[in-house]
Structures are given as structure tokens and as C-alpha cells.
T-cell receptor, first 114, second 116 residues
Framework: AQTVTQSQPEMSVQEAETVTLSCTYDTSESNYYLFWYKQPPSRQMILVIRQEAYKQQNATENRFSVNFQKAAKSFSLKISDSQLGDTAMYFCAIVGGSQGNLIFGKGTKLSVKP | DAGVIQSPRHEVTEMGQEVTLRCKPISGHDYLFWYRQTMMRGLELLIYFNNNVPIDDSGMPEDRFSAKMPNASFSTLKIQPSEPRDSAVYFC??????????????FGPGTRLLVL
């Protein structure tokens, strides 16, 4: 079974600063993929970034980047130059092997303060 | 593309009534997923389809829940009879193909269900 743990239920950051959200996972699969999804108050689930486990290089998408530590089974999300629009729930998720569905963590509520 | 479309966006019903949630996946996507989000259990899979065929329904809570995908562009999730503990946000998502998870799942806006 695959599991995802997000140990920070809530975080806050000042606008323009940098924040890192933590995620650890467990899987016995050798081929898996990790995702961060953002859920703003509108409830829409929006893909932020994804990482393929076999790739050494950390994924980046504009202000969003990950620190993927495969041996430690850690997948943290760094948001640089935080903006008010980044205020949302952030979910870490994994999919791998023959199982097609995403397994989600419980989420981290991020508040960006002006 | 219009993205994944779900209807209704909000549903309020009374216990014992039948509820039908609808989903139109992104055109060309082979996989369709139904997830449920609650405060207690978070986001969890209910069922998913590949080319209109149910692949994994192990997340369907009980026989009161059923899902169908009669064609590539339409799926329904039905609850009959509904109970207050079914109150949740129900998401539909689609992806072009599994390919070991390389394909991103795109989510609809969700249906917020309240059973009184």
C-alpha cells in the first residue's frame, strides 16, 4: 500500500517570502510519480508540479520547485516570492505501479499574509 | 478544451432520496476517476474507469453507491438511498492514460453534496 504524510496542517508566510511544505511518502513500487495539487477556496484541484521518481533532477515550475529525496522518501514543495493568490490547501499525492488512482496526503493549509 | 465538467455544482437533498452526479471528461482521455473529499477522511478514490470499463471500485463505500460510464464522454455516480454521512465534495477527474502515472489527472470543479 502507498501512503502520503503531510505533517504540517497549517502554515503561514508573508507576501514575497519563501515557504516550504513538507511531504513524506511510502511505497514499494519502483516506478511512481509524485504530485502537488493546490486547492483554493473555490475547491478546484489544480496541478502545481509533478516529479517522476526515476528522474534525479528536481522539478520546477516558475516560482514552485520541489526537493525530491528518494532515499528518504521526501518530496517537499518550495514556493518562492509568495503571492496572496497562493493562499490555498496544498495536497501531496503519489501514484505508481499498476494502481492508477492518486493517494493523497491530508493537506497543508497555507495562508499568505500581506 | 473546456476541462472536466461536473453537474450539479451543489446539491441539497433529504435523507433517503436518490442523488445522481454527472461528469463529462476531457475529450480523448481514456481514464475517469471519482474521488470524494470529507474533513474526516480527506480525498479518497471511489472508483475509476478505463475506456468505459470499471477497473477498481474498492473505494465505493457500500451498495448504495453505483457508478456507470455508458460512453467515453459521460459518467454518473448515483447514491440511493442517500444518508447524511454521504455529505461531501465529489470530484471527477480524467487523464489521457495511466502509463505508470506519467499522465496528470485533471479535476472537475466538484459537486458539493449536502444530505439533510
Amino acid at each position: 500500500a502507498q501512503t502520503v504524510t503531510q505533517s504540517q496542517p497549517e502554515m503561514s508566510v508573508q507576501e514575497a517570502e519563501t515557504v516550504t511544505l513538507s511531504c513524506t511518502y511510502d511505497t514499494s513500487e519502483s516506478n511512481y510519480y509524485l504530485f502537488w495539487y493546490k486547492q483554493p477556496p473555490s475547491r478546484q484541484m489544480i496541478l502545481v508540479i509533478r516529479q517522476e521518481a526515476y528522474k534525479q533532477q528536481n522539478a520546477t515550475e516558475n516560482r514552485f520547485s520541489v526537493n525530491f529525496q528518494k532515499a528518504a522518501k521526501s518530496f517537499s514543495l518550495k514556493i518562492s516570492d509568495s503571492q496572496l493568490g497562493d493562499t490555498a490547501m496544498y495536497f501531496c499525492a503519489i501514484v505508481g505501479g499498476s494502481q492508477g488512482n492518486l493517494i493523497f496526503g491530508k493537506g497543508t493549509k497555507l495562508s499568505v499574509k500581506p | 478544451d473546456a476541462g472536466v465538467i461536473q453537474s450539479p455544482r451543489h446539491e441539497v437533498t433529504e435523507m433517503g432520496q436518490e442523488v445522481t452526479l454527472r461528469c463529462k471528461p476531457i475529450s480523448g482521455h481514456d481514464y475517469l476517476f471519482w474521488y470524494r473529499q470529507t474533513m474526516m477522511r480527506g480525498l479518497e478514490l471511489l472508483i475509476y474507469f478505463n475506456n468505459n470499463v470499471p477497473i477498481d471500485d474498492s473505494g465505493m463505500p457500500e451498495d448504495r453507491f453505483s457508478a456507470k460510464m455508458p460512453n467515453a464522454s459521460f459518467s454518473t455516480l448515483k447514491i440511493q438511498p442517500s444518508e447524511p454521512r454521504d455529505s461531501a465534495v465529489y470530484f471527477c477527474a480524467s487523464s489521457p492514460g495511466l502509463a505508470g502515472g506519467r499522465e496528470t489527472q485533471y479535476f472537475g470543479p466538484g459537486t458539493r453534496l449536502l444530505v439533510l
